[in-house]
């Protein structure tokens, strides 16, 4: 049995793969200034793009990830958690995915470019890993002007004249911008890197210098967000700098789809070696791309939740084919290594064959506090096996009663409500109107102590100032959102 997680950005009509892979990184836009905001800022992304591309609403760095420009950018292009400096002096721990195309397939060096408006991004082209290295690295062509036009230009010469296989193409804008802390020159940038790869996609569109919608896919992401509650800066795990943006178009890209499934940034790397037909054998991402002979959807959920100092992963599945059950492991965050180890932390029988959906769930239990990743081992009955997607758990034991800022906020429709509650008893969450009058429960019963979130789907409400209380064990807090439709 093969587990497919619920989507995959790239639903094909025919098994030609992609001849050219071009990502676009915007560097340092925030979601909510970009996707999450509609067309507000990004007016060509999502009105000209989007309909032709599939978006993914729920791309992430995990918290082994780095929120910075070179680990996000090295993350990129190894499908692995990148912890490097960020200031040029290190290179990419695992292969690049320009290292696995010319080892494996003999590809020139012309093929592999990177054009940047960062001088420190120049450590992109080859990593230290043994077996890989400079003899197998890519070209850097950029400045440390962090002009966007003026990488802009770089780079169509650069596709003019040298025709890369794979192209990264670093905006550096918008992040030195958000570090200037004015408004209004973050949001022009973010606009501004909107045309520029508006203009790209219409080169490829006309099928200049090679590249068409039918021989060339395109990625357009971030390295990180920005902080939730201050622009100017990134860094850390929040909400801000961990949610960022994918959009897929162009070769064996379904268009018009969205999918707010949880995918991360070390998905990129496997994915465009899928497409252009290379492995990717050190990369720990899942592929977003199939085939030429994709399979049902068997997986369609897999979740954690933080109860206690316990840590309780729930999954399903649609249909099962020989299916022996699921290994589960796990693996922490280090700060002194950059090479994922995953234990082996459990087994969960299997149902073996099935055409209707089963529920697992496994309890990691007696849990330190720590930053922890989890992902199943799917075992057939005949010995073969296949991994599910990688997600992450922050377990900080709560010491005190809080109610978190909702996220992202203002919002339309759909919110996000955090809160951690020191010791287990009946909670309320409600949802108030200036006029004190009840619009929405969202919980009102027993929870077990820790930290829990919430969805808020404000779709029958009006735009407008809304109170959001908990209650719980004799203690009260409340927080304003903004509804804005």
């Known amino acids: 049995m093969k587990i497919i997680i619920s989507l995959f950005l790239f639903l094909f009509t025919n098994s030609l793969l992609a001849q050219n892979v071009i990502i676009v ?177 219409q080169h490829i569109q006309a099928g200049d210098y090679g590249y068409t919608t039918t021989n060339t896919t395109l990625f357009v992401t971030n390295d990180h967000g920005r902080h939730t509650t201050d622009f100017s800066g990134h860094g850390d795990d929040c909400e801000g700098c961990e949610h960022i943006m994918l959009l897929a178009i162009g070769k064996n890209v379904a268009p018009g789809l969205e999918n707010s499934d949880l995918h991360y940034q070390i998905d990129i790397a496997p994915t465009v070696g899928d497409l252009l037909g290379f492995s990717t054998s050190q990369a720990v991402g899942v592929s977003l791309f199939e085939g030429s002979n994709p399979l049902p959807v068997e997986m369609t959920s897999f979740s954690a939740i933080i109860l206690e100092n316990n840590i309780k992963l729930n999954w399903r599945t649609e249909t099962e084919v020989s299916n022996y059950g699921f290994e589960v492991e796990r693996s922490q965050m280090s700060n002194v290594k950059s090479q994922t180890e995953w234990t082996k932390i459990g087994f969960v029988e299997g149902y073996g064959n099935s055409n209707s959906p089963k529920d697992y769930s496994f ?69 108030y109107n200036l006029l004190s009058e009840q619009v929405a429960e969202l919980v009102n019963g027993f929870k077990e102590a820790g930290i829990h979130t919430i969805n808020f789907k404000a779709s029958e409400i009006n735009s407008g100032l809304y109170i959001y209380k908990i209650e719980a064990n004799g203690v009260q807090q409340s927080k304003k959102m903004l509804l804005v439709k």
């Open 25 to 201: 990184v915007i560097d340092g836009a925030r979601y909510t200034e970009t996707f999450g905001g509609g067309n507000t800022y990004i007016p060509h992304l999502y009105d000209d793009l989007r309909p032709s591309g599939f978006l993914y609403t729920n791309f992430r760095i995990a918290d082994e990830g780095k929120t910075e420009t070179n680990p996000g950018h090295s993350t990129i292009l190894s499908g692995t958690w990148q912890q490097i400096a960020n200031d040029g002096s290190e290179r990419p721990t695992n292969p690049t995915v320009f290292e696995y195309i010319r080892k494996e397939d003999g590809n020139p060096q012309s093929d592999c470019y990177v054009v940047t408006g960062k001088a420190k991004l120049d450590i992109l082209t080859y990593s230290i890993f043994p077996g890989y290295g400079s003899a197998y690295g890519g070209t850097w062509v950029g400045d440390d002007n962090k002009d966007d036009a003026l990488t802009y230009s770089k780079a169509i010469s650069v596709m003019q004249n040298s025709h890369p296989k794979i192209l990264l193409i670093n905006f550096a804008g918008v992040d030195v911008a958000g570090h200037s802390g004015i408004w209004s020159n973050y949001i022009t940038a973010i606009e501004n890197a909107d045309n520029l790869v508006y203009q790209l996609w």
């Open 363 to 431: 309890s990691d239990q007696n849990v330190t506090d720590g930053k922890y990743s989890y992902r199943l081992k799917q075992l057939d009955t005949d010995g073969n096996f296949e991994y599910s997607k990688i997600i992450g758990v922050d377990l900080v034991s709560p010491g005190r009663f809080e109610l978190s800022q909702n996220y992202p906020n203002p919002f339309n429709p759909t919110t996000t409500i955090r809160y951690s509650i020191p010791e287990s008893g009946n909670v309320k969450l409600t949802v």
